[in-house]
């Protein structure tokens, strides 16, 4: 129900506790179906190896999460989507995701729900694109060196029973 403007600072809309349960309702059962979306293409571009394609279009469900709603539903969607692909893939790839498509699509959602030019925007999504792939790295080589590790205790272990030591 529409009114009240006493109570409201001008402009805005006065809603009744129902429309406003209405309203976040649709906000959860939509955040849930674009979490499914963006974990499904993560998913699917990374079994199929078609990430470095898809890439421009993975931060999109969050971007419109935030389009939609605000900056908090975004943030929601991202959430649900880590822990969706930590279910799915572990959470190596739920953290790749995060830093790699996740907090661009956060960045996006915020700019855009203000009101922020495209001359503001793209190199504020360039640095953090950058920083989150700079991240990503970090990860994977601490990962690496992990697996390189282990690789060289389990040869030195495996000899040293062989040899009887």
Not at 36 to 64: D, I, K, N
Not at 138 to 150: D, I, P, Y
Request: glycine letters at 8%.
């Amino acid at each position: 129900m529409l009114g009240n403007d006493s109570a409201q600072p001008s402009g805005e809309l006065s809603y009744s506790s129902e429309e406003r349960h209405q309203k976040s309702v649709q906000a959860m059962v939509e955040t849930a179906m674009l979490a499914a979306c963006a974990g499904l293409a993560y998913y699917l571009g990374t079994v199929l190896r078609l990430e470095s394609h898809l890439g421009a279009f993975l931060p999109l469900p969050v971007v419109l999460a935030g389009a939609r709603w605000d900056s908090r539903v975004a943030a929601k969607t991202l959430t649900v989507t880590a822990i969706l692909l930590s279910i799915l893939t572990g959470w190596q790839r739920a953290l790749t995701y995060v830093l790699m498509h996740g907090a661009m699509g956060i960045t996006l959602a915020v700019l855009w729900h203000r009101g922020a030019t495209w001359s503001v925007t793209i190199p504020v999504a360039s640095l953090v694109r950058s920083m989150g792939i700079m991240a990503s790295l970090v990860g994977k080589q601490k990962e690496e060196g992990r697996l390189a590790a282990s690789v060289l205790r389990m040869r030195c272990f495996c000899t040293s029973a062989r040899d009887g030591v």
